[in-house]
């Protein structure tokens, strides 16, 4: 299981694409850019590195290691379809495209070289193109620069409704995975006075079982912004909540996430949220020493 479902750029895969196509071309009509000793192998592993990246791009938010069967299966199948002869298909692959396309002559020696194009496709997608869907959802919606007066933005369910829309699950599905942080800051007294006075009646009924954590959140249009949070509450959000730098989708992916197609499918539960809570309890209490560190040797 890959501990966060990743959205990638369609934009970088199509220059990747092109860039992989670009490639392997060269490398047929000039052999002497890759050494002597791999033939004509550089070629097929650039080719099945293309069929890897158009394929991410045609699912960006599939897992990697599923791209990469499918890119490998798609790869094996135009391989032992070249044990078939048939009039038709050589004419076919007699053309330029065909050839490059389709090939000509079945090897294994062509089979582990495109595993060594796919297997260059999983670092690539490792190292460049895999974001966190709630990142990838924020940084698309969100300004590329917060006005230094308002308030900094955590999250906001808005932010995730297109994706909930493409998966098709409930609108409270966009809220999920910040419900269980916001319940955690409101019982460790980690919330500013100005919204423990707005929501002194939410509050209430909240703690009492009289109001759902939704609700409370929803009170709020379903924002999560330093307003809401103590000075001590929005040091310790900066640190782990951050979307890309923080460990808390980590956390909550790796504990929460298990078979679940995406980060989104996670539903909210009291169990969920008890299954959480000592992750959230420790990285505060490892943040909570650190900074005490970094105060003493000041």
């Given at each position: 299981?890959?501990p966060?479902?990743?959205?990638?750029?369609?934009?970088?895969?199509?220059?990747?694409?092109?860039?992989a196509?670009?490639?392997g071309?060269?490398?047929?009509?000039?052999?002497?850019?890759?050494?002597?000793?791999l033939?004509?192998y550089?070629?097929?592993?650039?080719?099945?590195?293309?069929?890897?990246?158009?394929?991410?791009?045609?699912?960006?938010?599939?897992?990697?290691?599923?791209?990469?069967?499918?890119?490998?299966?798609?790869?094996?199948?135009?391989?032992?379809?070249?044990?078939?002869?048939?009039?038709?298909?050589?004419?076919i692959r007699?053309?330029?495209?065909?050839?490059?396309?389709?090939?000509?002559?079945?090897?294994w020696?062509d089979?582990?070289?495109?595993?060594?194009?796919?297997?260059?496709?999983?670092?690539?997608?490792?190292?460049?193109?895999r974001?966190s869907?709630?990142?990838?959802?924020?940084r698309?919606?969100?300004?590329?620069?917060?006005?230094?007066?308002?308030?900094?933005?955590?999250?906001?369910?808005?932010?995730?409704?297109?994706?909930?829309?493409?998966?098709?699950?409930?609108?409270?599905?966009?809220?999920?995975h910040?419900?269980?942080?916001?319940?955690?800051?409101i019982?460790?007294?980690?919330?500013?006075?100005?919204?423990?006075?707005?929501?002194?009646?939410?509050?209430?009924?909240?703690?009492?079982?009289?109001?759902?954590?939704?609700?409370?959140?929803?009170?709020?249009?379903?924002?999560?912004?330093?307003?809401?949070?103590?000075?001590?509450?929005?040091?310790?959000?900066?640190?782990?909540?951050?979307?890309?730098?923080?460990a808390?989708?980590?956390?909550?992916?790796?504990?929460?996430?298990?078979?679940?197609p995406?980060?989104f499918?996670v539903?909210?539960?009291?169990?969920?949220?008890?299954?959480?809570?000592?992750?959230?309890?420790?990285a505060y209490?490892?943040?909570?020493?650190?900074?005490?560190?970094?105060?003493?040797?000041?």
């Open positions: 299981m890959e966060i479902n990743m959205k990638r750029s369609r934009l970088w895969l199509l220059f990747s694409v092109m860039a196509i670009a490639l071309l060269a490398s047929r009509k000039f052999p002497s850019l890759f050494p002597a000793l033939g004509k550089p070629g097929d592993a650039l080719w099945a590195l293309m069929v890897f990246l158009g394929l991410a791009f045609c699912k960006p938010r599939a897992s990697t290691r599923s791209i990469a069967i499918l890119a490998l299966a798609t790869s094996c199948v135009v391989e032992f379809s070249q044990l078939y002869q048939a009039d038709w298909l050589k004419e007699s053309t330029t495209l065909g050839h490059l396309v389709l090939g000509s002559t079945f090897s020696f089979i582990a070289a495109y595993a060594v194009g796919i297997l260059a496709g999983v670092l690539i997608d490792a190292v460049c193109f974001t869907g709630f990142a990838a959802d924020k698309q919606t969100a300004h590329s620069a917060e006005n230094p007066g308002n308030p900094h933005v955590y999250d906001k369910a808005k932010y995730h409704h297109e994706s909930i829309e493409e998966f098709g699950l409930p609108d409270e599905h966009a809220s999920n910040t419900v269980p942080i916001l319940r955690w800051l019982e460790n007294q980690l919330m500013s006075e100005f919204f423990l006075t707005e929501c002194a009646d939410e509050l209430s009924r909240f703690r009492k079982g009289r109001m759902s954590i939704h609700e409370l959140y929803g009170r709020w249009d379903r924002c999560l912004i330093s307003d809401m949070l103590s000075e001590q509450g929005n040091a310790f959000a900066m640190h782990y909540f951050d979307f890309e730098k923080g808390y989708l980590k956390d909550y992916c790796a504990t929460l996430q298990g078979t679940l995406s980060e499918h539903a909210y539960s009291d169990e969920n949220y008890r299954r959480l809570k000592p992750l959230m309890d420790a209490a490892h943040w909570e020493a650190s900074a005490a560190t970094v105060v003493k040797l000041s």
